[in-house]
């Protein structure tokens, strides 16, 4: 799992680096340069869009997304057990729908391309559906992890 995460890093960081770089362009376009680039405002939307997804897939594999921790402090054993339960099965339908939500989507914006940048609009769902199968798939591997290590 760590190779995934790393993996997500090396994807996630060229696209911070070109989500800044389109956001710096579009204030010095438009406000020094009097110039508004709208192909910028396309492309940051973009990759910050691929950013919550990857993002979200990152925390997945690492464990470390929010949680409430008073109920872990508790240290009550079947109660630790029903939240890593529930928290696998909520990653596995919340995956599902965005594989699927997503890949419904993808057949009616793959002739729609965005007008500045002319990039087509099937570009922001395709990383859902990928998104969506990965935290299935994390979620597959989470619930067998969880009813061994949490069982009462």
Request: with cysteine.
């Amino acid at each position: 799992m760590e190779k995934v995460a790393n993996l997500f890093n090396c994807i996630s960081v060229p696209l911070w680096a070109v989500f800044v770089v389109c956001c710096v362009g579009q204030v010095v376009g438009r406000y020094f340069l009097d110039i508004p680039l709208q192909w910028t405002e396309e492309i940051a939307r973009v990759s910050l869009i691929w950013l919550t997804f990857i993002g979200a897939v990152q925390l997945a594999v690492s464990d470390d997304h929010i949680e409430i921790g008073y109920l872990r402090q508790l240290g009550i054993r079947p109660l630790i057990f029903v939240i890593e339960i529930t928290k696998a099965i909520a990653m596995f339908i919340t995956g599902g729908f965005l594989a699927f939500g997503g890949a419904k989507l993808l057949p009616m914006t793959i002739n729609s391309h965005a007008p500045g940048s002319g990039l087509s609009l099937a570009a922001w769902y395709v990383v859902a559906v990928a998104a969506g199968f990965m935290l299935m798939f994390i979620a597959t591997l989470a619930l067998p992890k969880a009813i061994f290590r949490s069982n009462p």
